[in-house]
T-cell receptor, first 116, second 107 residues
Framework: DAGVIQSPRHEVTEMGQEVTLRCKPISGHNSLFWYRQTMMRGLELLIYFNNNVPIDDSGMPEDRFSAKMPNASFSTLKIQPSEPRDSAVYFC??????????????FGSGTQLSVL | ELKVEQNPLFLSMQEGKNYTIYCNYSTTSDRLYWYRQDPGKSLESLFVLLSNGAVKQEGRLMASLDTKARLSTLHITAAVHDLSATYFCAVDHDMRFGAGTRLTVKP
């Protein structure tokens, strides 16, 4: 398996533009997470899905952020409009979730977002 | 809201020395995870601890879990430079991470 695949690896955009980050989880995994990492705030959980259903989006900073998981093999994180303070590394991770608990998370390589 | 606290946040140690990183969490959970992140890289999984009293070892790293105390430890034995990285713990309640411990091993 190729692991968790994120795209793009790097994104540079101007303030006010729409940004879409993409993630393909590991085949067979049914739990998907979006994190944001900055020096100031560390690794923040934004949202996670179980079986394509959003479970907890309390970490989404504000209405400018939205995430979707239309099927088991694809998820997007959209920022509209983007602001300089959104600059960060965004990670997607997936795991297998069963009644007894969740397996290890496998992380993608991340998307380095710079909003100018 | 679940809180996950790690200490120390920064650790500088000499090669060959031993040290322990602590992870405290605020809610009941039977599973705890440890991850490693090298500078500029993604996170890779180290251990998943599945129950109270669980102990896992890999090379110079050993992790343990006390669910009653809501405490996990990551013990480093005879540190080597290659262990320099940031170590994170996370709790299975909703996979929130601690702030991380940045470990630097000096020759």
């Amino acid at each position: 398996d190729a692991g968790v695949i994120q795209s793009p690896r790097h994104e540079v955009t101007e303030m006010g533009q729409e940004v879409t980050l993409r993630c393909k989880p590991i085949s067979g995994h049914n739990s998907l997470f979006w994190y944001r990492q900055t020096m100031m705030r560390g690794l923040e959980l934004l949202i996670y899905f179980n079986n394509n259903v959003p479970i907890d989006d309390s970490g989404m900073p504000e209405d400018r952020f939205s995430a979707k998981m239309p099927n088991a093999s694809f998820s997007t994180l959209k920022i509209q409009p983007s602001e300089p303070r959104d600059s960060a590394v965004y990670f997607c991770a997936s795991s297998l979730w069963v009644a007894g608990g969740r397996g290890m998370l496998f992380f993608g390589s991340g998307t380095q977002l710079s909003v100018l | 809201e679940l809180k996950v606290e790690q200490n120390p946040l920064f650790l500088s140690m000499q090669e060959g020395k031993n040290y322990t990183i602590y992870c405290n969490y605020s809610t009941t959970s039977d599973r705890l995870y440890w991850y490693r992140q090298d500078p500029g890289k993604s996170l890779e999984s180290l251990f998943v601890l599945l129950s109270n009293g669980a102990v896992k070892q890999e090379g110079r790293l050993m992790a343990s879990l006390d669910t009653k105390a809501r405490l996990s430890t990551l013990h480093i034995t005879a540190a080597v430079h290659d262990l320099s990285a940031t170590y994170f713990c996370a709790v299975d309640h909703d996979m929130r991470f601690g702030a991380g411990t940045r470990l630097t091993v000096k020759p």
